[in-house]
């Protein structure tokens, strides 16, 4: 891999007829491939890039490219753009975010970030609008999926030098739309699953983790819940998981050493079992060669429910604690209310709840490798108990302020009520017993 940023700037010539943006947007354009990003996370409040990327900027617009040429990041360089520090982002599952700053403040006391997704599909959004219907987004996705046309007419003109940047357009010129839809279909296949939604933890690291699915289904599927799979609960055996690695490996190809982060999925990775999970963890260094990655560690992400909790004895919290990686668990707690765990048709008992809770902070004071955090649902339409009873069990179950680990509130999907929702989750902050925030319902 080639380690020294390199710059190339041409001026192009008039256009031709076949150029596929036209004569302004192909004059200073410039092709920086092999750029260095950060290899730790931070949380900082202007945009940064983790990892090895490719960039194409033109008059019109920035385009930032992973390491097999897939446009990741874009930006239109018009004065009609919302604001310069603000990108559509594109996931794994092919969908294009808008990442927006919102002014800072209010994201970061809200969601602990300082860039909110907008999502371009229903979820339990938290702030009201959406950019999408926005002229200047709108023709900026088109462009940003016609990126590989702009490629192809550098390549046609011979304005690129050298082998490696010829290599690095041609593989940018071949993510056609099609191909980059069907990408998102290659990886359903491969992970033989949908992962409808990521744990929040996962923004530690800019939710940039190959998922590795070890179990199937969940332990009660709530009536509530809108994104369980229905599945019947089953743990995939080794070969599944090995197999699946495999399959990972090809399918991220190049782009591979830009993860350092896995997310042991569906609903319940925790349930799979820890000898599950520690298996999936040595495989995945060894056939994903995660050694290579830049990054100093490796993150390991799933999700928990109350029951697969408190299952876990002291040994395997030690186990997990000893994997050398850093493991984030979140719980689905949502809610210490009997009454609104009957609504909810959640068929698990308020003291079960409550013990998990009680678990979570033991296991964040006792293991420096583990950090727990804890769902909870909010939403105006909820039993009144709710929020009274939420209240009260942060406050008998923490004396003090503790900084590890973290309570998401969810808002339930189709909740109108957005001040409501911002004034429940002030009530849990000013007990200023655990840092609280809102939960975005994100797919990969
Ligand atoms: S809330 Fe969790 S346990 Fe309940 S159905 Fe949804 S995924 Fe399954």
């Known amino acids: 891999m080639a380690t020294v940023e390199s710059k190339k700037t041409w001026s192009l010539p008039e256009d031709t007829g076949d150029n596929p943006a036209g004569n302004d947007f192909c004059e200073d354009t410039r092709f920086m491939p092999w750029k260095k990003g950060l290899f730790s996370y931070t949380k900082v409040s202007y ?12 008059r019109r617009f920035t385009c930032q490219f992973n390491l097999n040429g897939e446009p990741r990041f874009f930006r ?31 994201t970061v006391s809200l969601t602990g970030e300082y860039y909110y997704p907008f999502l371009p599909y229903p979820s339990n959004n938290i702030f009201s609008g959406s950019p999408f219907g926005l002229p200047a987004i709108r023709e900026g996705i088109m462009m940003a999926e016609n990126v590989h046309s702009i490629a192809a007419y550098l390549l046609r003109q011979g304005l690129l ?3 490696d940047n010829v290599a690095i357009m041609n593989r940018i010129a071949s993510w056609t739309p099609e191909r980059l839809r069907k990408r998102s279909q290659d990886l359903k296949a491969i992970l033989k699953a949908i992962v409808p939604v990521l744990p929040p933890d996962t923004r530690h690291v800019a939710y940039d983790v190959i998922p590795v699915m070890v179990m199937e289904g969940c332990l009660f599927n709530c009536g509530f819940c809108q994104v369980k799979s229905g599945a019947d609960f089953r743990v995939r055996s080794r070969h599944e998981i090995e197999e699946q690695l495999y399959r990972l490996r090809d399918f991220l190809g190049e782009d591979l050493t830009n993860y350092c982060s896995l997310f042991l999925g569906q609903h319940d990775g925790l349930a799979a079992g820890v000898s599950t999970l520690a298996l999936t963890v040595d495989a995945a260094r060894r056939i994903l060669d995660m050694k290579r990655s830049p990054f100093p560690g490796i993150n390991v992400f799933m999700f928990a429910s109350a029951r697969s909790f408190l299952s876990c004895g002291p040994g395997d919290f030690d186990r997990l604690n000893g994997l050398g990686c850093q493991v984030y668990i979140n719980i689905g707690l949502e809610s210490f209310d009997q009454h609104t765990l009957d609504y909810l048709r959640k068929p698990v008992d308020a003291g079960e709840v409550k013990d998990a809770l009680s678990r979570m902070i033991g296991v964040n004071r006792g293991y420096s490798n ?6 909870v649902l909010i939403g105006s339409s909820l039993p009144a108990t709710h929020m009274d009873t939420l ?15 973290a309570l998401y509130l969810s808002p339930m999907q189709g909740e109108t009520r957005r001040r409501w929702v911002i004034e429940g989750l002030r009530r849990i902050k000013n007990l200023r017993r655990i840092d609280s925030f809102l939960y975005l319902i994100r797919r990969l």
Do not use: M
């Not at 604001?83 to 700053?101: F, K, V």
């Not at 583990?370 to 769902?375: A, D, F, M, P």
């Open 76 to 106: 239109s360089n018009g004065d009609d753009w919302p604001h310069p520090t603000e990108w559509l982002e594109r996931t794994l599952g092919n969908d294009w975010l808008y990442i927006a700053t919102l002014g800072y403040t209010d």
């Open 391 to 405: 209240e009260e069990t942060v406050c008998n179950l923490l004396p003090a302020y503790y900084p590890r680990g």
């Open 47 to 58: 945009p940064v890039r983790y990892g090895w990327f490719h960039e194409l900027v033109t």
């Open 370 to 375: 583990i950090e727990v955090s804890g769902n």
């Open 161 to 163: 030098e050298g082998d």
